[in-house]
């Protein structure tokens, strides 16, 4: 009884068509249902304009916002600066023999970073998202309750959490192009799984069941960049990025909790074999590279991979969640455009632009199908005179496949994100 949550879960998966092809029907809401699996989705906490570019930001090619993504440039920062994005999607589902739409508000990620010596050494906090479920079905079904009546009700299934970061990181110059940075965090699990069965005639008892994750663990990663002029023409520049996060342990816990609607009342209930449990969730290495290189300073391209060995990745209180995972790889490639810092005299002029494509091949292998996404991006930046921008990002995006009664979901996403610089947090000094 204590595992029913996942099995329906994964149960969603597979057979909600064959359920729409009974006379029952099933609503997906809330955000993606594959995030419904293990700890949930993977996600990355970039800022619109790197949305923009379908990469992550690992290289110092572009130097106006500040990244989560690589702890090596925090050294370069000149600027105090401040950054908070969020996301609006809108997913179309579809099955063989089913539909639906959801949408999903998803807030994004904190970053702080402060120059100690300009240019040389940078502290950055941070607050991110590693892992994000937000799933909620809605299934209404029916059965014979006798010769001549049929009794419906309701199965509402969800999933809401995840793993997030406080980081506390810090970087420093390595000679005049290599920059090296630290970050330390606390990794903080918070997950819910839950199932509700609500009848809509008396006599039958509304039943619900939760099981929740939390824990923690401390995480570290590595970065590095290096920056490079003058390579093939004057004025052009060059950069490249790696990090490595280390893999770590989470010492989880695991509450089940169970209620009963007995003539009207809610009432918790006792099931055998319900416990409480504590197991070690162990998170994957990862590792990302990236090349960057900017012909003139109005245009900047990027391309870059990530890697997770996700098929490391295990759960000693819900086994069967690992054994869908795989090793996920991630192709990004960009570039952006800013007249803005010409002297063209225009409306179109006066903001950056942003185009560009990426691939996942997903962490996920249900029925021996990889749950592979497609983005196609592009964005728009607007700077203001004290070098904070706000940048807009537009994604248009293919997940999953309706082979195997799985699901494939069209993905539109809209970001948001807001980059203040220096004059919001030091005061200028009076001459």
Not at 65 to 82: D, E, I, K, R, V
């Amino acid at each position: 009884m204590k595992n029913l949550v996942f099995p329906i879960l994964l149960m969603c998966l597979i057979s909600i068509s064959a359920e729409a092809q009974t006379g029952n029907s099933a609503e997906a809401r809330g955000g993606s249902i594959y995030s419904s699996i293990g700890v949930g989705y993977p996600v990355e906490p970039t800022s619109a304009g790197l949305q923009a570019q379908g990469i992550l930001g690992l290289t110092n090619i572009n130097r106006e916002t500040s990244s989560l993504a690589n702890p090596g440039l925090w050294a370069s920062t000149f600027y105090s600066q401040a950054s908070t994005g969020l996301r609006l999607s809108r997913a179309n589902v579809e099955s063989t023999a089913s539909s639906g739409t959801n949408v999903n508000l998803q807030t994004g990620y904190l970053h702080l970073l402060f120059p100690i010596k300009p240019g040389k050494m940078g502290v950055s906090i941070g607050m991110y998202p590693v892992t994000r479920a937000n799933f909620k079905s809605v299934n209404v079904k029916s059965f014979n309750a006798t010769a001549t009546s049929e009794l419906e009700y309701t199965n509402e299934v969800q999933s809401f959490g995840g793993i997030n970061k406080f980081e506390l990181g810090f970087a420093f110059k390595l000679g005049e192009n290599l920059s090296f940075g630290y970050a330390p965090s606390i990794a903080f699990l918070t997950l819910k799984n839950s199932e509700a069965l609500d009848f809509n005639v008396v006599g039958f008892e509304d039943h619900s069941q939760e099981i929740d994750y939390n824990g923690n663990s401390f995480a570290q990663r590595f970065g590095i960049t290096g920056t490079f002029n003058g390579l093939l023409r004057e004025n052009d520049s060059f950069s490249f990025g790696g990090t490595l996060n280390l893999p770590y342990t989470i010492k989880a816990k695991e509450t089940f909790s169970a209620i009963k609607s007995v003539r009207g009342i809610e009432q918790e209930v006792t099931i055998d074999g319900t416990e409480d449990r504590e197991g070690d969730i162990q998170m994957p290495l990862e590792a990302a590279f990236g090349l960057g290189y900017a012909p003139s300073s109005i245009v900047n391209l990027s391309a870059e991979i990530q890697i997770q060995n996700w098929s490391e990745f295990t759960n000693e209180l819900d086994p069967s969640s690992q054994q869908l995972m795989n090793d996920r790889t991630k192709f990004g490639i960009g570039g952006q455009y800013h007249p803005y810092r010409t002297n063209l005299d225009s409306f179109l002029a006066g903001f950056k632009y942003a185009a560009g494509l990426s691939y996942d091949t997903g962490h996920l292998n249900i029925l021996g199908e990889n749950i592979e996404t497609l983005w196609l991006n592009t964005g728009i930046g607007i700077p203001s005179k004290v070098a904070s921008f706000v940048d807009f990002s537009f994604q248009y995006g293919f997940r999953g496949t309706t082979d195997n009664n799985l699901f494939k979901e069209r993905i539109w996403t809209v970001g948001m994100s807001i980059n203040l610089t220096e004059l919001m947090f030091v005061r200028p000094k009076l001459r």
